[in-house]
């Protein structure tokens, strides 16, 4: 599975400082892939991944807002796991009457192969829905997918752009894959 990292400190930074317009361009790119996450990873359905985003988001807001958020660069990290987390809990509590011990777990560790073939699946799929964009979009979001780790500030500086033109323009592009991705699955 492939893994595109934005630094999305900034994020932290608007919430702290009040700064409302700046936060919700932010959240408006980062809570569907937050919801994709457990959809695609966790096996989600939508309604749930909504809820469980919704929840794990308040639940680091208030860390956020104590003060309680060390690094804000990992921000998107913390979020990663903070709904994991909250949809286990979900499923726990949605699920509670109808497994015993111990099979929940196994509900979350597919078998290995299974799992193998998902992921090559996936990938086949994921590079037909690049080698569908143009090549301008594609070099962009194929400089994330080589450099998973490159912050917003990397990015603007290799493609001369503004920060906010690189979430945004990063955004569109995984969108598109999003709904290519989803068309061609569903084939």
């Known amino acids: 599975m492939i893994k595109n990292r934005v630094d999305y400190s900034e994020l932290v930074e608007a919430l702290l400082n009040g700064e409302k317009g700046k936060a919700t361009e932010i959240l408006t790119e980062l809570i569907p892939r937050l919801e994709d996450y457990l959809v695609i990873a966790m096996s989600a359905d939508r309604g749930a991944a909504e809820e469980c985003v ?27 796991k903070s709904c994991r987390h909250e ?33 090559k699946e996936r990938q086949r799929i994921l590079r037909e829905c690049l080698d569908e964009l143009q090549e301008k979009s594609r070099k962009f979001i194929e400089y994330f997918i080589d450099k998973p780790d490159a912050s ?5 500086e290799e493609f001369n752009l503004s920060g906010s033109n690189v979430r945004t323009r990063k955004s569109r592009v995984l969108s598109r894959l999003h709904h290519c991705y989803k068309r061609k699955s569903n084939e």
Request: proline fraction near 3%; charged fraction near 30%; hydrophobic fraction near 30%.
């Open 152 to 156: 917003t500030e990397e990015a603007a």
């Open 54 to 80: 919704q929840q794990a988001f308040l639940d680091v807001y208030e860390q956020i807002k104590m003060g309680k958020i060390n690094e804000p660069k990992y921000i998107f990290s913390y979020l990663i």
């Open 87 to 119: 949809y286990i809990r979900y499923s726990k509590r949605e699920h509670k009457f109808k497994y015993v011990d111990g099979a929940l777990n196994e509900l979350y560790e597919p078998e290995e192969q299974y799992q193998n073939l998902l992921d």
